[in-house]
């Protein structure tokens, strides 16, 4: 009986220390810092390390983090890109990913080789099936709202031509200006060569075989 009293008290001890650790993982403050263009000062968005569930901070990695692997894109169909640093300041731990919220067909991701140690310790590695190196389609499209937010503004070229990458340039406006002003150039050209003919056949009409006194001589013939 003292056996069983004693390994009851050892079982409560240990979930209580469990238990403990958890809480204190649980409290233990976390951050994602996002810098960019268009950002006077970086965004940051605050959580903790082991309360996903309402977690601004949690919120946000579920919308960036861990979406579906991608060929490497195009430059000019990447848009803007923003700097995402999730810190750990307890344990030191970083993880950087660069985000293209803007991107032609969706957002998208790139996340740098080597960070799979610090994802385990923030907890990432237990939050998504897998942390992925390299290119990665967000795993949901309302993260470039979520980020319009937070205050990440839309690229102006994006308004004007309606396109989602922000770097694309508006070029159908630019073909009816050019052809008017081929035609300006051409008509203008014509005028100059028909004013200069004019004014050469008007200098050859002056100057004939009939003038000078030869010419006045035949018109006007004097009496012999």
């Known amino acids: 009986m003292k056996r069983f009293g004693a390994a009851v008290c050892l079982l409560s001890a240990t979930l209580m220390l469990a238990s403990g650790a958890a809480w204190a993982k649980g409290d233990e403050r ?3 810092r996002i810098r960019g263009p268009g950002l006077a000062q970086p965004i940051v968005v605050k959580g903790n390390m082991g309360a996903p569930l ?3 901070f949690w919120a946000l990695a579920h919308l ?5 692997g991608v ?3 195009l430059p000019g169909s990447l848009g803007p890109r923003y700097i995402f640093n999730y810190v750990d300041p307890c344990c030191g731990n970083r993880i950087t990913q660069y985000v293209y919220p803007f991107a032609v067909g969706g957002p998208l991701v790139y996340t740098p080789k080597g960070q799979r140690s610090a994802a385990f310790q923030m907890n990432f590695m237990d939050e998504f099936p ?3 190196a390299g290119w990665s389609q967000a795993p949901s499209s309302t ?3 979520r980020l319009e937010g937070y205050g990440i503004p839309r690229p102006v070229a994006s308004r004007s031509t309606g396109s989602s990458d922000g770097r694309e340039t508006p070029v159908l406006w630019l073909l009816p200006a050019l052809l008017v002003l081929g035609l300006a150039v051409g008509m203008t050209f014509t005028g100059r060569r028909r004013r200069s003919s004019a004014r050469q056949a008007t200098q050859d009409g002056l100057v004939s075989p009939l003038d000078g006194d030869i010419g006045r001589a035949i018109r006007s013939p004097r009496g012999a």
């Open 71 to 73: 060929s490497t894109p």
């Open 130 to 132: 897998v942390f992925l």
């Open 54 to 56: 309402g977690d601004p």
């Open 64 to 68: 960036v983090v861990s979406g579906p």
């Open 30 to 32: 976390v951050f994602v």
């Open 143 to 145: 993260l470039t709202g």
